[in-house]
């Protein structure tokens, strides 16, 4: 398939650059791929499209203040070192600007108790960095460190918590798993009280989200590789919903890509932790997933080409141009969209 034919027209402004208050007062498209139908609706409204027994799975991963800002030993100039994963102990793979005089063996200070030295680079033109510190580094990027906003997003954002879930907890993303931005804990809480299961992996965003596809050819796009982590616990509820003929409703496209990672067959799936490099786009077969609620996600990403497969490239377009048309928020803090399984 050409990446053209994943392209749609996004006027700028309708790039959400703040989010809304509250959380869950976001606009939500509800797609039914069978019957061709759009529905406009407020996120609040989620629950009328859900039923007792049901499953949702929630990505529990946590942003990293990874955007850290120093300055090259011996000129001074200023560097921005990005992580994007921690590969063992002090040593990270991370994005570096300028790269291009982020040569071996050239230390970057960010303080007078943070340096790191670069040791090699990456086949997706990263760095990978060793640190030095004096103290518990967690601490010191707490303190030294930014939480990164989506080059997009030009809008300084006064409350860091904004752009974490409410049930993040497992810290190392670089970005946030934004479907889930859309839930407030009372919301969650209704929702398991009318018996909605809520149920909770990790995959730990990195460099994927990042990088565009440059091939004309989608099928000749590499996925970079990212952590993930399903609790056997989790497993066996995802089983028990299926065995029970309900939904298993992935909450983001990083729950559905730990999700189909995780799955040994169709309707089965194991708790394990491991990498994955899975790249879903249309032609490939669900196996666990069952409903998605999602963003709107850049023309011409893996992530549309990921929604495209499973509820139809054709439809997805018009449903892109329909938001479009009816000024739906796109992106991080935008406005989002429940899809219900096709056929």
């Known amino acids: 398939m050409k990446l053209t034919e994943f392209d749609y027209n996004l006027p700028e402004e309708l790039i959400a650059q703040t989010p809304v208050e509250p959380r869950n007062s976001s606009r939500l498209m509800v797609l039914d791929p069978v019957d061709e139908t759009i529905e406009h609706r407020h996120f609040y409204d989620l629950k009328e499209y859900l039923e007792p027994g049901d499953t949702l799975i929630f990505n529990d991963t946590r942003v990293l203040p990874a955007r850290l800002l120093g300055w090259r030993e011996g000129t001074g100039g200023k560097v921005e070192v990005f992580l994007l994963r921690r590969i063992d102990g ?5 994005l570096v600007k300028p790269g291009r005089k982020a040569r071996e063996g050239q230390v970057v200070r960010f303080s007078d108790e943070l340096t790191c030295i670069v ?70 809480a209704e929702l398991k009280d009318m018996g909605v299961n809520l149920g909770f992996v990790t995959l730990h965003v990195g460099l994927g989200t990042f990088r565009p596809v440059s091939v004309d050819n989608i099928e000749e796009h590499v996925m970079h590789k990212e952590y993930y982590s399903i609790s056997q616990e989790t497993a066996e509820l995802i089983k028990a919903t299926k065995a029970a003929g309900k939904r298993v409703i992935a ?42 609620i999602t963003n709107f996600h850049l023309p011409k990403s893996t992530l549309i080409m ?28 935008g406005d989002a969209m429940m899809i219900k399984r096709k056929g």
Do not use: C
Not at 251 to 268: D, F, H, M, P, Q
């Open 90 to 94: 002090d040593t990270w793979e991370t």
């Open 119 to 188: 040791q090699d680079s990456t086949d997706f033109g990263g760095r990978i960095v060793k640190f030095n510190y004096e103290g518990i580094f967690e601490e010191i990027l707490d303190r030294l460190g930014e939480t990164p906003l989506p080059p997009y997003i030009h809008e300084k954002l006064e409350d860091s918590e904004r752009y974490q879930t409410v049930y993040s907890r497992e810290k190392g993303s670089a970005a946030a798993p934004t479907a889930g931005l859309h839930f407030t804990k009372e919301q969650m």
């Open 251 to 292: 909450v983001g496209t990083t729950s559905i890509r730990t999700l189909e990672s995780a799955a040994t067959s169709v309707g089965e799936i194991n708790g394990r932790t491991d990498w994955t490099n899975i790249f879903i786009y249309p032609g490939y077969e669900f196996k666990i997933v069952d409903g998605i």
């Open 306 to 333: 990921l929604i495209s497969a499973f509820a139809g490239r054709e439809f997805v377009l018009k449903a892109y141009e329909t938001a479009v048309e009816e000024k739906y928020r796109f992106f991080s803090f």
